[in-house]
Structures are given as C-alpha cells and as structure tokens.
C-alpha cells in the first residue's frame, strides 16, 4: 500500500509539472532530440554483412570460417555468367569479360575461370575418356583435306569451293559425312534472313565440342572489394560489373551476361529492401494520417500525434546509434514497426483526452483523467510489448537479436514521450468543444454480441482452436532464402537457373583435409551418395590413361599440325562473296538435279532454297555478304588455334599442375578442398534437403550454401520457439504479478493464444510458409497482441462505474484505431518486392487482425460480464 501511494503521488507529481511548464517539456525534448540526431548522424552505421545475422558460435559458421580463411578467393564472390549461341562465342566473350574484371582493380580483387586457363587448354583432350578422344580424332582425321584446303583458301568462295568439289565427287567416297556441314551453313543463312544473325560452330561441327570443356556457358567467379560500413558494400563493384556486362554484350549480340552469386543477391537484396523500407515507411505515414483523422476526427490531434511520434523516432534512432551502433537488414525495419507500435500510446490518450472533452471537462480535467486512465495500462502494455521483442535478445538470431534491443527500447521511448511530451501538448494547443462520436457503424446488436452470444462464442472458439491445430501439422519453414528475394531480379533468376545445373550449382559444398589422401578418401565416399554429381579435388586434375591418349594425338599432331601451323586467319580483301554464293547456288542446283549421293537431296534442296532467297533478297549489298562470310568463317581460326593448342599436350603428374590451378584446391596452410556437387535440382527443398542430410552423415564438417540454409533454418527455429516461450513465460509473469488471479490472467492470455493457432493456420492455408523473416512475428504479434487484451480487460473490471457498453467505449475505439493504425504500417511492408519483408507485413496483418477480432470478441464472451 504504501508503494502504491508513493507511485500515485510520484504521478501526481510528474502531472503538475508538465501541466504547470509544458513549454519547458517541449523545449527540453526538443533540445533532446536535436542530441539524439547528431548522435545519430555520427554514430549510426550500417552492417551489411548477412553472415553476421546469426551466432558465429554456430558450428555451421565456425565451419564456413574456416573454409573462407582457407580460400578467401572463393568467399563472398560474383558470379558473371556468360552465355553464347556456340561454344567458342562464350569463351571469347568469357577472355574478354575477365581481361576487363582483372583491369578494374579498384573494384575487383580478383577474378578467374574455372574451366579456362592456359594448363586447361593445352591438356584439354586428355581430359576425355579414351573412347571419346577417338572418336574426335577420328572425326578430325576424316575433316584433314577438308581443313587442309581451307588452310589455303580461307574465304567463303573457298569453303564453298571444297562443297562443290564435294558434292561432284563421283569416284571416291567422301572420308567426312557431308550433311552436318550443309546443316550449319543452312542454319547460318537462315538466321541471318530471319534477322537473328548467329556464327557457325567449327567446334560443334568438327570435334563435338571436345576441344575445351566449356560449352555454351562459362562462369566467372570475381571478388569484389567490399564496404561493409555501406547500405550498399559492394554497390560500386556491382556497377562496374554491369557495366562491363554490357560491354561484352555490345560487343556480340549473340552473347548473354548476367550477373549473380552471394555478393549479387545481397545487393539487390539490400536495395529492394532499402527501397521497400523507403516505401513502407512513408506509405506507413501516409496511412497513419487517414486512420487517424478517421479515429479522433481532429486535425489537431493528429498534427499533435505526428509531432510525438517524430520525436519518439528520432530518440529511438539515437538509442539504437548508443546501444547497438548500428543497423542490420533486419533491424532496418525498426522504423516501420515504431510508427505503426509507437504510435499507439499516443492513440489511446488522445482518444481518452477527446472523450472527456466532449463530456465537457476542463482541459487539465481531461489531461489529468487520461493519464491516469490509462496511463497505467499503457506502461503494462508497453512493458508486455517489450517483452515480445527483447525475448529475441538472448537467441542465436543476432539480426533479431539486435532489432529486439532496438524496438524494445524504442516502445518504453514512445510511452515516455506519450506520457509527457503529449500532455504538454495539450497544455499549448488544447482541443476545444469536440463534438460525442456516435459510431454509425456499431449497431445495437453487434456491441452486445459478445455478450449475449457468449456461450456460443465459446463454444465456436474451442472448435476454431482444434480445427487450427489440425492445419498446423502442414505447418512448413522455407529454408532456402533465395526465396525471399525478388524473383524479378537478375541475380535471382540467373541463380536459380544455375541451381538446376549439376556442374555449375552455387549449391556445392566444401570440405576440408589435412593431406590429400583424406581428400580423396572423403571424395570416394561423397560419391556413393545418391545426391552426389560429383567430388572434385586436386587428384581430379590429374588426366588418366595418359600415355595411350598420347601416342593417339601424336598420330593426330602428324597428319594436321603443320595445316594448322601454316593456317591463314585473315579473310581476304575486296573479293566478291556474291559471286561465290551465286557460284554454289548452281551446284546446289546441279547436284539436285543429279540425284546425288553425297549429301541428303532434302538437306540439298533447303539450302539451295535458303541460297536463292538471300541471293534475291539482297542484290547490291556487299557489306551483307562480307557479314555472311563473317557469319560462316568467323570462328573458324579460333577452334583451329584452339585444337593446334591442345594438340601440344604433354604428359603430366600431380606436381607438373600450374599454381594457378593448385592454389584454389591447396591452402597456403595446408589444407586440401573436396567440392562435391549436387546431383539434383536444388531450388527443390527436398532436394537440397536430401542433399544436406546425405554428405553431412558423411562429414558435419562440411559446409557452403545449402549447409548454411539448412542449420541456418534450425537456428532460426530453435530462436523463434526460445523466444516465443521466454515471451509467453515473461508476459505470464507478469500479468500474474498484476492481476494475482489465474481467472482473470488465462481471460487475458487464452485468446490470445487462439489469435496465435489461427493466424498459423491461416498462413497455411494461404501458402505462405514460415521463413527467415516472417518467422520473428508471432513473439511480436504475443507482445503486442497482450495490449488490447490488457485494456479490454481493465475497462471491464476497473471503470465499471461508467454507464455505457464496453464496446462503445473510447478503450474499444482507441483499439481499433491503434490496432488499424499499426495495421496500415504492417500491410506496407505487405507491398514491397522483397518476398521476406512481404511475406512478414502479411503474417503481422493477419497475426493483428485475429488479435483484435479475438481480444473484441472472445476475451468478453469469456470474462462473465452481462449488459
């Protein structure tokens, strides 16, 4: 007792000096917030690292650490991905994309090709199966005369010159089949009628594709210099890289870069939600007002509780700047939730305020009445509202972790400021003669529904629980946060088309050995797996079967090298490339008409019709013929020199591996890299699942990608039920504390937790699963939810002397107001692009909607009271 009437006559004393010196208040916190805004500028800053969004004490990330301390190229990289109508026309674009990379070393540390290096492409076919390589030699021995006169005759009057001789070639048997090469050129001038330009493939026409491994798609993989004290850390690496992009598509049409990997994703990641938080903050603001001048139908209030949550919001930008000192993705967000959760106190005051005024109290009558009306409840609801977000605090969940110290502080913040600063407002700009607000919308019979419907309420509540528990079992957590992102975005796309690779997968994990005899003994048993494609180490390098591949290219080197040695690469000038297809045109005629044997009459007869549709079409167009023949013959010197190179290989052994190779498979420490690859397509979670759960049953201490998106998931979850439970046992505690009546304490809490099973249900139901985002709500939704429950529960048994309906009241209109109030801010995030910040607006709007609809119904069909 005694405690009480020292804290009432504290109250009492702090109400008479804000009455008293309301120009002091506001000038004091005003002086207050232009601190906490230089603070602010000076001390807040922005960690953009995702990595550091969960505990480093994680097993999965003391493993990840340990990996990128080991090879620190392969860590936080871009990823230029290139495409090509051929396989020459993306490694040329892939030469000329990394020359570009490794010339912008203000922005690039590094760069590299996987598959492409100078080692790479001198032992090239001895990388194939011995069965390949001859059927490749084979192919190219057959191709000798044909490459033989080109070699002389590099032009197009030349190569359709040897088609001809071809063609009427009636003695011997062709050594090569015909057709492929009609095919192509068929192809090639059909294109370029089509408008659709393309070069002819010589490394799909005379070896398969054999003479590198790259086929129409290589990856650069690119460390950018990175800023982590930025919004956007690598904004400046990730420009130049499309620049350069568009560059190499400038430079060939037929080319496809796109741009993706770890630092891609979380930059367009990081301006979506930037943008999104832009957008949400002032849509947030821009709704706030409707639902306001809606609830307390006064501009001054309005422009009153603007002014306090503005100075709530910096204050809070302050404590973040001191307490955390900086802001993560997540935390970013701290401004939404303030003004749809900060303003709330200020809501139910002025409400209060605008009720007595138009009882027609005095204006300190009605501050004073306020305040005491509600103040009480309001710091028992602040205190609850907290608690849902500083029960995060001790999870492993560090980005939660740091937004619940953020948005824990910044609710006791707006509660002081609404306690104080309002008050004082209404001292300077009182509201005068506010007329009663007879809702036209709350009908007799809904404001007594609770209660002379109650039974039935109840009964419909219990089935409602059972029934959501039902939905629950189906209940599923999006491990993967790929998904999260904007599907729209580059960087999206592009990796989830590369997650469907078994070659080029993000999804490969890495492991570690001390020597490379556990390296490959751990490979061996990676591959066994089922969802093994395949474990790589530096072994893998080391060619098979060597010297009988050799002695195959030997023969080989004998019959074309000193063709390809001798091999004139410059198209000839000033010729006339019209007159070589008007020339082939009649061949193609003649050997139609004699029925030859030498090629296909179908194959025969489209190309002659191609032929003379392209000769009719274009008459007195050189410049298109020369662009013809660069069409055919382009790319021709480039797999001639490319087969001269790998015709060069020698025999090699473990030790005779270039260092540019060895030094991503071998740590300057001693440690030696397993890669193993997925076998399946891994934007199916079940698949990557599988995938994770297989080689770690292997080895725990694997780690990359998918690893960290699976025990990311498990820490995610394991955080959200602690705190979930230490919010729900803290908020229990202290309603125990107030009410000291387990009755009145399970009124309060029972329909909030039907609020909690059908807002999971519904989410179900709406497929919208549960991830790294939206999975922090329900704690928020548990704090913030206990408001409306807490001040239905006070009207009812503190302020029975007022002869008027619960819901009638100005506790169910500030309610409703504030409930819709934060609503509006949620449902903005609702709208942005990124998928987490979406998907987590929803699962609040829905989470606040049953809250209100649970706290306004239920919690009064429950508490026993009659009208």
Not at 140 to 159: K, M, R, V, W
Not at 301 to 327: E, K, N, P, R
Not at 447 to 465: E, Q
Request: aromatic share 8%.
């Amino acid at each position: 007792m005694t405690q009480t009437r020292i804290s009432s006559r504290l109250s009492h004393w702090c109400e008479q000096q804000i009455v008293h010196f309301p120009w002091l208040i506001i000038f004091f916190a005003l002086l207050l917030c232009a601190g906490s805004g230089y603070y602010t500028y000076g001390h807040l800053s922005v960690n953009t690292n995702t990595a550091e969004m969960l505990s480093p004490d994680l097993p999965f990330q003391q493993n990840q650490r340990k990996i990128d301390t080991a090879f620190p190229q392969d860590a936080y990289t871009t990823l230029f991905v290139i495409d090509g109508n051929s396989p020459e026309e993306a490694a040329q674009s892939a030469s000329n994309a990394l020359n570009l990379i490794q010339s912008k070393t203000d922005h690039f540390s590094s760069a590299y090709i996987p598959t492409d290096n100078a080692f790479f492409r001198q032992q090239a076919l001895l990388y194939l199966d011995t069965p390949d390589l001859e059927t490749v030699a084979k192919q190219l021995t057959d191709a000798q005369p044909f490459i033989g006169f080109l070699a002389q005759n590099y032009s197009l009057g030349g190569l359709f010159d040897v088609i001809s001789q071809a063609l009427n070639e009636t003695q011997n048997t062709l050594p090569m089949d015909l057709n492929p090469l009609l095919q192509a050129v068929d192809n090639t001038i059909s294109a370029q009628l089509d408008g659709k330009p393309q070069s002819l493939s010589w490394q799909n026409l005379l070896a398969n594709n054999k003479l590198s491994e790259e086929a129409t798609r290589i990856l650069i993989i690119a460390k950018p210099i990175v800023h982590f004290d930025e919004m956007l850390p690598v904004e400046d690496a990730q420009n130049t890289a499309h620049e350069i992009a568009d560059t190499i598509m400038a430079q060939n049409p037929n080319v496809r870069v796109r741009i993706t990997g770890e630092t891609a994703l979380e930059h367009e990641e990081l301006e979506t939600v930037s943008n999104g938080a832009t957008l949400s903050g002032v849509l947030s603001l821009v709704l706030v007002f409707v639902a306001q001048w809606i609830g307390v139908r006064s501009f001054r209030l309005v422009v009153i509780t603007y002014i306090v949550l503005v100075m709530g919001l910096i204050l809070t930008a302050g404590f973040a700047a001191l307490s955390v000192g900086h802001l993560n993705v997540i935390s970013i967000a701290f401004a939404t939730l303030y003004i749809g959760l900060g303003v709330d106190y200020a809501v139910h005051i002025c409400l209060y305020y605008r009720e007595r005024k138009a009882r027609g109290y005095s204006n300190l009558e009605a501050i004073h009445h306020s305040l005491k009306g509600v103040g009480g409840s309001l710091f028992l609801c602040a205190l609850t509202t907290a608690l849902g977000f500083l029960a995060f605090i001790p999870t492993d969940y560090a980005g939660v972790s740091e937004l619940g110290i953020i948005s824990g502080g910044g609710i006791f913040i707006g509660l002081l400021i609404s306690l104080t600063v309002l008050p004082a407002l209404f001292c300077i700009l009182p509201v005068n003669n506010p007329e009663p607000i007879h809702s036209k919308f709350a009908p007799q019979f809904i404001v007594t529904f609770p209660f002379h419907f109650s039974k039935s309420i109840r009964i419909v509540s219990i089935l409602l629980a059972i029934g959501a528990c039902g939905v629950l079992t189906k209940l599923t957590f999006d491990a993967n946060p790929i998904n999260l992102r904007d599907p729209k975005s580059e960087s999206v796309s592009t990796i989830k088309d590369l997650l469907k690779s078994k070659n080029d997968s993000p999804f490969a994990v890495t492991g570690l050995a001390r020597n490379l005899d556990d390296a490959n003994a751990l490979a061996a048993k990676m591959k066994t797996l089922s969802s093994v494609h395949e474990a790589i180490t530096l072994s893998s390098f080391v060619a098979e079967n060597q010297d009988e591949k050799l002695a195959i290219l030997e023969d080989l080197n004998l019959m074309l090298g000193n063709q390809l040695e001798n091999f004139n690469a410059t198209l000839p000038q000033n010729h006339n490339q019209r007159d070589a297809l008007v020339k082939l045109n009649e061949q193609l005629k003649k050997a139609i008409s004699d029925n030859t044997k030498n090629a296909p009459i179908e194959t025969l007869t489209k190309l002659q019709n191609h032929v003379e549709m392209f000769l009719n079409n274009h008459t007195g167009e050189p410049e298109i013929y020369s662009q013809l023949e660069k069409n055919v013959l382009g790319l021709l010197p480039y797999t001639l020199e490319r087969l001269r190179t790998s015709l060069s290989a020698r025999a090699f052994e473990l030790k005779d591996i270039s260092d540019d190779i060895r030094s991503h498979w071998v740590s300057e420490d001693g440690f030696y890299k397993v890669l193993i690859t997925p076998a399946k397509d891994q934007n199916v979670e079940a698949n990557m699942k599988e995938f994770v759960a297989q080689i770690q049953s292997v080895d725990n201490s694997v780690s990359g990608l998918p690893i960290a998106n699976e025990m990311g998931g498990v820490a995610v979850v394991k955080a959200f039920l602690q705190a979930f439970g230490g919010a729900f046992m803290a908020i229990t505690l202290v309603l125990w504390a107030i009410y000291r009546s387990f009755k009145h304490m399970a009124i309060v809490i029972a329909p909030l937790m039907l609020a909690a099973l059908l807002t999971g249900a519904t989410n179900v139901l709406l497929d919208n699963p549960f991830n790294f985002a939206n999975v922090i709500a329900l704690p928020l939704l548990l704090g913030m939810g206990i408001d409306s429950s807490i001040l239905i529960m006070h009207r009812l048994h503190f302020n029975l002397s007022e002869n008027e309906n619960l819901l009638h009241s100005s506790t169910t209109r500030g309610i409703i107001f504030s409930s819709i109030t934060t609503l509006c801010s949620f449902s903005s995030l609702a709208m942005t692009a990124h998928q987490g910040m979406a998907s987590m607006g929803l699962l609040l709007s829905i989470g606040l909607f049953f809250t209100v609809i649970c706290s306004l119904i239920v919690l009064p069909a429950w508490s026993g009271k009659r009208v």
